[in-house]
């Protein structure tokens, strides 16, 4: 009897105890459930840096040296149809509505600035041309980054006014983005919620043809959920963890605990209908299914590490967040999973469909995919004609990858909000008839002796500079008490998160700044939100090319170290990479360029979201990695018995076919649930992982990868010599001792380690139990 697994003992552990199992983690989640409610609040809309870019040191320096210069300024824009700014009625509104405001609470509101108590030269600023519109500046008592909480009294009082007497009131800036994106965000998740679980339940019952075997995956989906986003939350209550990662979670815990649950109970029935007891088919398939769904799961841990590299909190956020679920579902799988199978043994087919009663009364086993004979019939036509095959599938990924070259990346900021929120309307009527740069100034803070002739003349060929370059707008400038601190504040005609103010952020940087002060003993700082957007993408173009490389070196290092073959490691890297370039150039099509976007229910924007793609790269390639494992597992599983590589690809397609396409279904229903919300950002999320999955599930692994490793033969399996000291980690279970029968056919052979010509013989296409006249 050979030595047991680590996932076979520990399963066989808790399927020898499994009400004991089944009662730790009812506790755990009922603990999560209150950390939760305890610690969700903790969680933030914005993003942070988690090192110093020149615009943070500038935050920075304002906050110690000049206090409440950086306050966050929020713009109440009134609108009336009847009346304008020049009629008693209107001024009486205004009045009115300014004096409500200055009766919030001075912990969150500091000031208020209207065209009725402006000096005649500044009112021009707060009247539109048509004079039926003004802005109300309300300067709040925090900075943008930590204003979300003092933003529920002035959101209030708006929301009550709007409509009022005719007149439209509506509230834009950082702070109302921040509390709308967090309700639409929540919003978004329910609607996930509710389109993908449902669909997932459908097509699980589909898969199995059992309503009880279909609940199982669900249920455990549900527990890494709880547990993970429980975990998320209380990570919030240390770190900056954005608001945005309970939508991860979600997706990515009933993404993957779907999957590896269905991993695993299709390999339970499997092996249960061919004799074993429930003890040794939960041992079984935690020798195989389970040894992978770990190998997977620490793939894909791996691949979202990628993520923490980006000194960003939206990355390191995200990222943290489904790492965290994913390990949940992985533990649920190993150990909550086998408990429950040992329970139901075979009622686990219990509440079968008649389709699932028609197969057995064919004489296929239980569990045996639906689609088997469609699959059977594809492995063979694959086998046939592999470089058909590879040339087809291989050349519509690169066709549908081409239009990725032109992605323009970018922040869609308060555009990416559904359009009837008053956030949306307002800062739409301040870029028409204002400029959208009030709401976001780029902020100048200049520190150095302002009494020394040299920095008072630096400073003043900086402002003429500014005002002469025609881009920007003085608003206006404070000094600190001991005349060594000075803001200038400067709007830009444009949107803050976008290229343009960005553009002028650099400028600034490069060349205005420097050609003022040269000479000055004077520092100067760029701050303001287009700083942080332009610092925040100078940032990821820094680090993505880091990312990619770190998760790339450590999926080819995994994979050498499970399947220890070369050739199988770079294959995987450069099939995940064919999904992810196909992901780019749809999400690119169909947000950037508008193709059908309107039909699918999307809005066209003129960028893609400046994170997406490298939160795309990180998930998808963990995700990838997945099917890639199951099928190759499977492969190797049946190379080990036959020794022959075709007759294993064929093997290997027409055993996991069904259950990847099955899974990857239930993804894409679960990432179309995330698409189908308000926000931009999770339209493009959504969408680029749907279709990815989709091409991964099909394209890739059931047609480019078998014809790939159908050409190479046992090439496949080739490790250099230099790489021989590579440890022995066998995914397919090979040395289970479970002491039941082992699979028919011959016995394992030797491990490949340089390529040649297929073994024939007894090893050959016409083996027992492994010959393609199986499969057609």
Known sequence: MGRRSFTERLARACARRPW????????????????????????????????????????????????????????????????????????????????????????????????????????????????????????????????????????ALVRSA?????????????????RDASAVAEGDLRRGEAIGVPIALVILIVVFGSLVAATVPLALGIVAIVVGAALTALLGEGFMVSVFALNIVTMMGLAVGIDYTLFIVSRFREEHAAGRAAPDAVGRAAATASRAVLFSGITVVLALCGMLVVPFSVFTSLGAGAILVVLAAVAAALTLLPAALALLGHRVNALRLPLGRGERRRGRPAGTPLAAGFWSLTAAAIMRRPVVSLVVGAGILVLLAAPGLTMQRGVAGVAGLPADLGTRRGYETLTSQFSAGLTSPILVAVDGDLTDPRVAAGVEKLRAAAEADGRFTITGFERADDARLLLLRLAVDADGTGAAAAQAVRDLRDNIVPQATSGAPMRVLIGGSPAIFADAMDLIDLYTPIVIAVVLLLSCILLLVAFRSLVIAVQAVLMNLLSVGAAYGLLTLVFQKGVGARLLGFRQTDVVESWVPLLLFCILFGLSMDYQVFLLSRIRERYDQCGDTTESVAFGIQSTAG??????????????????GEMVMFQQIGFGLAVAVALDATLVRVIVVPATMALLGRRNWYLPMWLQWLPHVSLDGATAGD??????????????????????????????????????
């Not at 048509?130 to 529920?152: F, L, Q, Y």
């Not at 709007?162 to 921040?178: H, M, N, Q, R």
């Not at 297929?758 to 499969?775: F, I, K, Y």
Request: contains cysteine; charged residues 20%; glycine residues 10%.
């Open 739 to 776: 002491g039941a029968a082992e699979p028919s056919g011959p016995a394992p052979s030797a491990h490949v380690a340089a390529p040649g010509p297929e073994r024939p013989g007894a090893h050959g296409a016409r083996s027992r139990g492994c010959g393609l006249e199986a499969l057609e």
């Open 20 to 155: 004991l199992t089944i009662a730790a983690w009812l506790a755990a989640v009922l603990v999560a459930g209150g950390l939760l409610l305890a610690f969700g609040d903790s969680l933030q809309a914005a993003d942070d840096f988690l090192n110093s870019p020149e615009s943070k040191q500038a935050q920075t320096l304002l906050a110690e040296r000049l206090p409440g210069s950086d306050a966050d300024v929020e713009i109440v824009v009134v609108r009336s149809g009847d009346f304008t700014v020049s009629d008693s009625a209107y001024e009486a509104r205004v009045r009115d509505l300014a004096a409500s405001i200055r009766r919030l609470e001075p912990s969150d509101v500091r000031s208020v600035s209207t065209y009725c108590d402006a000096p005649a030269a500044a009112q021009a600023a707060l009247v539109s041309a048509d004079r039926r519109t003004t802005i109300i500046p309300v300067t709040m008592a925090a900075a943008s980054g930590t204003v979300d909480e003092h933003m529920a009294g002035l959101c």
């Open 659 to 676: 259950i990847i396409t099955g899974a990857a279904l239930i993804m894409v229903a679960v990432f179309a649930g995330l698409a189908s």
């Open 162 to 178: 709007d409509g009022e007497d005719g007149f439209t009131v509506v509230l834009t800036g950082s702070g109302a983005w921040e």
